[in-house]
T-cell receptor, first 108, second 117 residues
């Protein structure tokens, strides 16, 4: 099965700082790389995704970069806000395997 | 569009009892997933359906868990008998992709929080 590692497990930043979360995977056949955000007590929701034919995708303050050769992709959040506080999950191979999650805390 | 519906939202049962969860996916979504999310962990896929067929149930503890998706729409997940370690949130999700390899966004339901005492 797919081996997925997500780092860091927790991340605390000051409001306005940037945050970066990295996900490594083992299946070279993966071609779809989403990131999900899960607020406390709520359902996971897709925030950004990228396909294997693209190296980077940006949507306002969030971006995802993909390095297929090295088998990792990263979530970048700039100008963090308190409402960005949540747990973030990577899911290489779409929704079949999720990372262990990164708890992001944005301090006001 | 209506989202993924799950019921019940909460369930408390004693160990060795049975329990069933229901999921109604987004209309037209071919793929349906059931996950177990233990507190502090990521969702763990239990079973994936495409229409009314099982694509992957390799992580489903088949001695006590069962799932079906009759008619390729609604789905039920059953646990019988329940153990203490089954306490978790059970999430259902659906996606549009007609084939397992064409992954697209998964839309999640609110989940059912199961407590086994």
């Amino acid at each position: 099965g797919e081996n997925v590692e997500q780092h860091p497990s927790t991340l605390s930043v000051q409001e306005g700082d940037s945050a970066v979360i990295k996900c490594t995977y083992s299946d070279s056949a993966s071609n779809y790389f989403p990131w999900y955000k899960q607020e406390l007590g709520k359902r996971p929701q897709l925030i950004i995704d990228i396909r294997s034919n693209v190296g980077e995708k940006k949507d306002q303050r969030i971006a995802v970069t993909l390095n297929k050769t090295a088998k990792h992709f990263s979530l970048h959040i700039t100008e963090t806000q308190p409402e960005d506080s949540a747990v973030y999950f990577c899911a290489p191979v779409g929704a079949l395997t999720f990372g262990s999650g990164t708890r992001l805390q944005v301090q006001p | 569009e209506a989202g993924v519906a799950q019921s019940p939202r909460y369930k408390i049962i004693e160990k060795r009892q049975s329990v069933a969860f229901w999921c109604n996916p987004i209309s037209g979504h071919a793929t349906l997933y059931w996950y177990q999310q233990i507190l502090g962990q990521g969702p763990k896929l239990l079973i994936q359906f495409q229409n009314n067929g099982v694509v992957d149930d390799s992580q489903l503890p088949k001695d006590r868990f069962s799932a079906e998706r009759l008619k390729g729409v609604d789905s039920t997940l059953k646990i019988q008998p329940a153990k203490l370690e089954d306490s978790a949130v059970y999430l259902c999700a659906s996606s549009l992709n007609p084939q397992p390899v064409m992954n697209t966004e998964a839309f999640f339901g609110q989940g059912t929080r199961l407590t086994v005492v």
